[in-house]
C-alpha cells in the first residue's frame, strides 16, 4: 500500500479544467519535502511533469500546475486536450523509510 | 540529450538471478544519483533503489533488500542491478533514472521487462 493517497481514476470533457489530489503524511509530504509529478501514456516510460512542487520543466506546457498545502498535493490540468489521455502519478521522499523515494498509486485520467 | 538505455531483461525461473544494466550518455554520469524503479503489468511505480554519484550511499526498498544489488561504474558511465533470488512478484518493466538532489527522476530510459516465472 503506497504511503501517498491519489484518487484511481478522474475524467474531464476537453477543454475543461481537473485536479489530482496526492495526500501523504507528516513524514513525507507534511514534513516539507518536494513533491513531483509524472505522466505515462500508455506504453511508455513516465515523463517529468511538475517539480519541487510547483516547477514545468522545459517544454511542459502552463496548462499543468502543481500546488502543495500541508500534508497534499495537487496537480491541475485546464485546457484538457485528447493527448491529456494518461496515468498520473505524484512522488516525494518519506523520512520513515530509509532513502525511501515513494510514489503514489497513480491516477488514470480519462477525457471523454 | 540525456540518454538512458536499460538492458538484461529477460525469463527467469523463481531463485534465479539477473544482472540489468542501464548505459548512459549526454551528461556527466559521474556527478548525477541514479535509480532503479520498476512497475509489474498492469500496477503502479515502486522505486527499487538509489545509488550516490561516488557510491557512498545506496537504498533499497524493503521489497527488494538482501536480494538486490545497485552499483555503478562511472567509467563506463553503467548503472548496474543485480537481483538475486527473484521471485514471481519481482516480475516489472525496470527503468533506469537519473535524479536530483530533491529526489525527483528528471530522465527515465525506456524500460526493460523481467518476467520471473517457472
Redesign the interface.
Given at each position: 500500500q503506497s504511503v501517498l493517497t491519489q484518487p484511481p481514476s478522474v475524467s474531464g470533457a476537453p477543454g475543461q479544467r481537473v485536479t489530482i489530489s496526492c495526500t501523504g503524511s507528516s513524514s513525507n509530504i507534511g514534513a516539507g519535502y518536494a513533491v513531483h509529478w509524472y505522466q505515462q501514456l500508455p506504453g511508455t516510460a513516465p515523463k517529468l511533469l511538475i517539480y519541487a512542487d510547483t516547477n514545468r520543466p522545459s517544454g511542459v506546457p502552463d496548462r499543468f500546475s502543481g500546488s502543495k498545502s500541508g500534508t497534499s498535493a495537487s496537480l491541475a490540468i485546464t485546457g484538457l486536450q485528447a493527448e491529456d489521455e494518461a496515468d498520473y502519478y505524484c512522488q516525494s521522499y518519506d523520512s520513515s523509510l530509509s532513502g525511501s523515494r515513494v510514489f503514489g498509486v497513480g491516477t488514470k485520467l480519462t477525457v471523454l | 540529450e540525456v540518454q538512458l538505455v536499460e538492458s538484461g531483461g529477460g525469463l527467469v525461473k523463481p531463485g534465479g538471478s539477473l544482472r540489468l544494466s542501464c548505459a548512459a550518455s549526454g551528461f556527466t554520469f559521474s556527478t548525477y544519483s541514479m535509480?532503479w524503479?520498476r512497475q509489474a503489468p498492469g500496477k503502479?511505480?515502486?522505486?527499487v533503489s538509489?545509488i550516490s554519484s561516488s557510491s557512498t550511499?545506496?537504498?533499497?526498498?524493503?521489497s527488494v533488500k538482501g536480494r538486490f544489488t545497485i552499483s555503478r561504474d562511472n567509467a563506463k558511465n553503467s548503472l548496474y542491478l543485480q537481483m538475486n533470488s527473484l521471485r514471481a512478484e519481482d516480475t516489472a518493466v525496470y527503468?533506469c533514472a537519473r535524479?536530483?538532489p530533491?529526489?525527483?527522476?528528471?530522465?527515465?530510459?525506456?524500460?526493460t521487462l523481467v518476467t520471473v516465472s517457472s
Open positions: - | 535509480n524503479v503502479g511505480l515502486e522505486w538509489s550511499y545506496i537504498y533499497y526498498s524493503d527503468y535524479s536530483q530533491d529526489f525527483h527522476f528528471d530522465h527515465w530510459g525506456q524500460g
